[in-house]
């Protein structure tokens, strides 16, 4: 599948790869310098493959307050909040962002490999409501500008002064003449913010955007620094720190649970599930060899976890991870060791986020 993006990215000389079947940038000049540019300036992300799921109608709240484990009908208008999906074991099916733009009416965002399996478990989910759900993800383009000058360079283009929009907050917003809903969250661990616009405007939008950047030293980023950049962070990425098999306090999410809310999807199976075995930690290397993505941890000679995500990380100059371990080796400062190709590691687990902004 090709976003609304696709002839842009080609322009551009991306090179692409597969991504939830999605034909999608992995980058555009070296992923090194597009990390650093959202580190230090701008990137500018198409992140239209991610799914746009509508819930209006009276018991809009009500309906995602069971669907979720979150209390969606605690955010008000124009606020977000983070959020999982879970099945009824409790295992998660998709993180999401869920913000209230009115009353009755909700935009859950869903990752794009989940996209239309969250937007069929909403419609099953709502069923017994008085709520509509309504899969948008076709018609909708999703563009984001992360980093230190992303604030001035969107506040350039649109008619709203974006410094005062609130983290975790959207409005509806006009960038030269098109119709946007500007949101600021974000998944690099810098400022951000995402544009949610018609997919037939959206080459129109990345240019105005492109433009504005330019002196700001914007550039146009790829999947490859997207995901250096939220590992820095300590964000979950669905299918490697989150899957079906785990629940939210595997993860060190529970705090996204609700147990106040009387009923909800999985409520039953997350009460028990509260004291994990495993859990997810922060590690970080002393060489240049970096822990990757199914690589082994391991206690002395004993193999007890598995590493998640790694990389060596651009910011900080040495290796860094995240890793499922057993819940008594989860203590920063604990020593293990991860085997790359062959060749034990060294570790120590570490409190994340691994970058903090200044």
Known sequence: ????????????????????????????????????????????????????????????????????????????????????????????????????????????VANAGNAARVASELVARAAKFEATVDDRSAGTALIAVQGPKSAAI????????????????????????????????????????????????????????????????????????????????????????????????DAGLGRVVKFEKPDFVGRAALEGRREPTHVLVGLRGSGRRAPRHGYKVVDGSREVGEVTSGALSPTLGYPIALAYVPTELSEPGTALSVDVRGRAEPVEVVPTPFYRRS
């Open 154 to 249: 969107v506040g350039e283009v649109s008619d709203v002064d974006s410094t005062n929009l609130k983290y975790y907050a959207s409005m509806p917003a006009n960038v030269r003449g098109h119709d946007v809903l500007l949101a600021r969250t974000g998944y690099t661990g810098e400022d951000g913010f995402e544009l949610y616009v018609p997919a037939a405007e959206a080459t129109e939008v990345w240019q105005v955007l492109t433009a504005a950047g330019e002196p700001h030293g914007l550039l146009p980023a790829g999947l490859a620094c997207r995901d250096t950049l939220r590992l820095e962070a300590g964000m979950p990425l669905y299918g490697n720190e989150l899957s079906r098999d785990r629940s939210p306090f």
């Open 1 to 108: 599948m090709h976003t609304a993006l696709y002839g842009v990215h080609k322009g551009l000389n991306a090179l692409f790869t597969d991504f939830a079947g999605w034909e999608m940038p992995v980058r555009y000049s070296s992923e090194l310098a597009e990390h650093r540019a959202v580190r230090e300036a701008a990137g500018l992300f198409d992140l239209s493959h991610m799914g746009e799921i509508h819930v209006t109608g009276p018991q809009a709240a009500d309906a995602l307050d069971y669907a979720l484990v979150g209390t969606m009908s605690a955010i008000k208008p124009g606020r977000a909040r983070y959020t999982m999906i879970c099945a009824e074991d409790g295992g998660v099916l998709d993180d999401l962002v869920v913000y209230r733009l009115a009353d009755e009416e909700f935009l859950v």
